[in-house]
């Protein structure tokens, strides 16, 4: 038991980075039936602009403070902007075409934004500045840093300001009556394409902040991290219930506490056989487990296919 | 007198559904006699097109049960339903929309054939010929529902009428003893539905039992032996047209008191 | 008189078989290298030929079908190498290399069965990733794949004394071992384009179309569709697994990274922008995103130089950039791929797109 706090901390706060990714996912997915691929890319983008924006302004003299918030920012707004370009460009015209269709765009989208960033920001990794107080704590046998509590307690804000948006606000509830029907919605006067185009933004948004703190959490940035981080994102998604939002919050949370205790634990339960570098296949194998057993998740409502 | 009874092709008993809270079907119990053409009639939402699914195998009973030619009928599997001989339309017209008519026709002779990956990549004259028979039997089917010009054109792209008529080729290509087909009629006009009512009445004489879920009551009234009412998921009488057509239940639920 | 296409009647055979058997020395007029793009070009025909009888035909959206040209390639690996000190022939490798992907094809269907579309792709795709990091990683505590390093001096394909690698005198005529690899994968290819043909126009190609288009409508006619995507699956595994197999001789080295995600998605990209389900499409697909990118590579460098004096753009990614841009493009413009089959290019003529 010596690890299991440790671990359950350590998953919390991976967690909550999955659920403000998986966010995203489950918002377009809920309103469009489309998985946007290049999802992971964007937030991917939010931290590689963060590390360019923060760090040049940290170079000529601006106080952390400061040029963290203005690396927040820029990354904020530009995966804003780009949210709302790859749905405008990409997805918009594909509207009424068949699911193969803006699959197979929105995995161009990825390769296309992964591409890019290579390009602008090279292959190597980039470190990324040092913005937040270096403070250690411990409880119970647990380390935890200043990062971490930062991670989880933004994370929380962000979910909660998502939830009010949602259930509390006249576009809240436009979006919520797009994805039960658009057609009926847009009968009932609203403008499903600004929902859309909202449910872009906001999860890109919430993408952005994801991808600061992973950045500072981690401190390296690679134009290729998008993939994977998406990948279990998209799990986590799937796993809380896709189109569901609590689900997507708990799914993330959970996913994280999974992959934490099973990176901790697979040397013991394997006998040494398998490594804390078969880390990865946790999410693929709760992603197919799920996926067999329970397809619509944890909160998910069961579709039936009526004749 | 047994003798002259015509035999039990399809006994329901008791057949129980919910979704939810909602009681589809209840305790809903029928018999289709071989070589008649049975009617099932209700206002919208009775259940019809659920008995329906329940009988063929894409919902599971919650309760009861279908014997089909003297044997119980193995429910969710719906694919061994047609093997044992019920066929079906679908009220939504469900075709192969990116095969041509022709090909639609010939894949529903599949459950009746055998060639399999071997005989397909090694061509040996088994697989030829009954490639060539299920070529003909198709073509042949077209002809019957009168759709044969079309052969070569991509199901979705037939008109409306057409497109009915080929899911009753393909579901005739399943060489069914029973076929079932869900609202038949539903969007065509009179001359459409009196040349439904003769490809019908000929599916009959040619030997193949039928059931008949509709609301056009006038065909259904001209057409059926026997005909079954469901209202609210139960069964409110199952009798001669003449008969039911004057039962004060059904005028209620269809007129609504 | 009945106009039989040219490509039909016994001249244009004549034609189409004199331009293949002089293109590798045609093409080795450009360098060895030319001709080893040719031959890849033929095995990508294999493999999206494969992923056709899954995606075109049968509709399931397998995102992950690199597994089982990883499965191919390794088992040849593993089989004719220093590796374990095995050399077994082709006609011992092939079969089980075919075999052992059959089977991972079942396994990985298997699990997929209920799934619909996106569903599908994705857990698809985490097989794939499952699959190469079991083979980075399964170097310890027994070495069987060699992580990461991969497996080298790989055995070339050989018929008794004859070898495939090297450079041989044919009548008269210096042949290298890409030239010769030509040769057996065009024969392999001529097999595996009949295979696929008789497949589509048969009982079993139409069941597995029928599920594609509406798999509700596809078991109420008696089609059991759980073995037939189970079929699909095996029968597109196995050309995979050949395809690896041939893949491993002719390299003489695999690693993990030759069967990463990005290669599933090109080969994907293959049968969808080549003409989904329509055999000559596919072909074109597989030829066109094998042989472009490489004229890319060796055009881009040059030019940059040229036009700017430096390399302002690594041709790597800009290759990578530029196919990405090539999905994204084709789906919004000719969804139905470059060269859809004649049903389809008649409904698109006759509705005017």
């Known amino acids: 038991m010596d690890i299991f706090l440790q671990q359950i901390i350590n998953g919390l706060v991976q967690g909550s980075i999955y659920a403000l990714v998986a966010l995203g996912y489950t918002m377009v997915y809920g309103i469009m039936g489309l998985i946007n691929f290049a999802h992971g890319e964007v937030v991917m983008i939010g931290t590689l602009v963060t590390i360019t924006v923060a760090g040049t302004l940290l170079n000529s003299g601006m106080p952390v403070a400061l040029a963290g918030l203005a690396g927040l920012m820029a990354a904020v707004l530009v995966c804003m902007a780009l949210g709302w370009a790859l749905e405008r460009i990409a997805y918009r015209p594909l509207r009424n075409a068949p699911r193969l269709t803006p699959l197979i765009t929105a995995i161009g989208m990825s390769i296309v934004l992964q591409n890019l960033a290579m390009m602008i920001w090279g292959r190597n990794y980039l470190t990324f500045p040092s913005l937040l107080p270096k403070m250690d704590f411990e409880f119970a046998g647990a380390n935890f840093t200043a990062i971490q ?14 939830l009010l948006l949602v259930y509390h606000t006249k576009l809240g509830m436009a979006m919520r009556a797009t994805a039960q029907n658009p057609a009926v919605a847009s009968l009932m006067g609203v403008n499903v394409n600004r929902v859309i185009a909202a449910a872009f933004v906001i999860g890109s948004a919430l993408g952005a902040v994801a991808g600061v703190m992973v950045g500072g959490y981690y401190e390296i940035a690679h134009y290729q991290m998008g993939f994977m981080l998406g990948l279990k994102a998209f799990t986590a998604a799937v796993l809380g219930g896709i189109g569901n939002l609590a689900g997507a ?28 570098h078969y880390q990865d296949i946790f999410a693929f194998v709760v992603l197919i487990v799920v996926l067999m057993f329970k397809p619509s998740g944890l909160f998910g409502e069961k579709t039936g296919d009526r004749a | 007198m047994s003798a002259n009874l015509p035999k039990l092709l399809l006994e329901a008993k008791t057949v129980a559904k ?26 919208n939402g009775a259940g019809k097109t659920t008995f329906f699914n329940c009988m063929t195998g894409l919902y599971v009973p919650d309760g009861g049960g279908f014997t089909f030619d003297g044997t119980p009928l193995i429910a969710d599997a719906p694919d061994k339903a047609a093997a044992r001989g019920i066929a079906r339309t679908f009220q939504n017209i469900r075709l192969f929309g990116n095969m041509t008519a022709l090909e639609n026709v010939m894949v529903g002779r599949h459950v009746r054939t055998k060639a399999g990956v071997l005989g397909a990549m090694f061509q040996n004259a088994a697989t030829k010929a009954e490639e060539v028979a299920i070529r003909q039997k198709a073509i042949d089917l077209l ?20 497109q009915r008529r080929l899911e009753i080729a393909r579901a005739l290509a399943t060489e069914p003893k029973l076929l079932c087909l869900d609202e038949p009629a539903a969007g065509m006009n009179a001359t459409e539905t009196e040349q439904l009512r003769e490809l019908i009445d000929g599916i009959r004489r040619d030997g193949t039992t039928i059931l008949l879920i509709e609301h056009d009551v006038k065909l259904v009234m001209g057409l059926c032996d026997r005909v079954a009412v469901l209202d609210y998921g139960a069964l409110v009488i199952e009798d001669v047209p003449a ?10 639920a269809y007129l609504g008191a | 008189m009945k106009k039989v296409p040219f490509f039909q009647s016994l001249p244009g055979i004549a034609l189409a078989a004199t331009l293949l058997l002089a293109l590798p020395f045609v093409a080795a007029l450009g360098g060895q290298a030319w001709v080893r793009i040719l031959d890849f070009a033929i095995l990508y025909v294999f493999l999206a030929l494969g992923l056709n009888i899954v995606v075109g035909l049968a509709g399931l959206l397998d995102l992950g079908y ?20 095995l050399h077994w022939p082709i006609w011992a490798i092939l079969p089980i290399g075919a075999g052992l992907a059959c089977f991972a094809g079942v396994l990985l269907g298997s699990p997929t069965l209920k799934l619909r579309g996106d569903y599908l792709a994705i857990v698809t795709l985490g097989f794939g990733e499952i699959v190469r990091i079991f083979l980075n990683n399964l170097n310890a505590p027994i070495n069987i794949t060699n992580g990461p390093q991969g497996i080298t001096l790989i055995d070339p394909v050989s018929f008794g004394a004859f070898k495939f690698s090297g450079v041989t005198q044919i009548l008269g005529v210096s042949v290298s071992g890409p030239q010769k690899y030509y040769f057996l994968l065009i024969a392999l290819a001529i097999l595996v384009i009949i295979v696929n043909v008789r497949l589509q126009n048969s009982r079993i190609g139409r069941a597995w179309q029928a599920i594609r288009e509406d798999e509700v409508a596809a078991k109420a006619i008696g089609i059991n569709t759980r073995n037939l995507k189970l079929l699909a699956f095996a029968m597109g595994a196995s050309f995979g697994g050949v395809a690896g197999g041939i893949f491993s001789a002719m390299q003489g080295f695999v690693s993990p990274e030759s069967f990463s995600l990005i290669e599933s998605i090109m080969i994907l990209a293959m049968v969808v922008l080549g003409g989904m389900g329509h055999i000559p499409g596919v072909i074109l697909g597989a030829v066109l995103l094998t042989v472009l990118p490489e004229l890319l590579r060796y055009s881009v460098g040059p030019l940059q130089m040229a036009v700017f004096g430096k390399m302002l753009v690594d041709p790597e990614s800009l290759r990578m950039l530029v196919f990405g841009l090539a999905l994204v493009l084709v789906m919004r413009f000719k969804p139905a791929g470059l060269w859809p089959s004649p049903e389809r290019q008649r409904e698109l003529q006759e509705t005017g797109k």
Not at chain 1, 149 to 162: D, H
Not at chain 2, 143 to 148: A, D
């Open chain 1, 149 to 162: 509590i930062i991670i989880v307690l933004v994370s929380a804000a962000m979910m909660g300001g998502l």
């Open chain 1, 249 to 276: 919050m708990l799914g993330g949370i959970l996913l994280g506490i999974i992959e934490a205790l099973g990176a901790g634990y697979i040397g013991d339960l394997t006998g040494g056989f398998l490594g804390s």
């Open chain 2, 18 to 43: 919910h979704f939810g809270g909602v009681k589809a079907l209840q305790d809903v119990s029928l018999t289709i006699r071989q070589g008649e053409i049975y009617g099932l009639i209700g206002p």
């Open chain 2, 143 to 162: 002809h019957y529902v009168r759709i044969e010009e079309r052969a070569d054109d991509l199901a979705r792209n037939l008109s409306y009428g057409d």
């Open chain 2, 243 to 252: 008969i039911v057509q004057k039962d004060q239940r059904v005028i209620e």
């Open chain 3, 66 to 85: 690199v597994a089982f040209y990883a499965v191919g390639a390794y088992t040849w690996a593993l089989l004719a190498s220093p590796h374990f000190g």
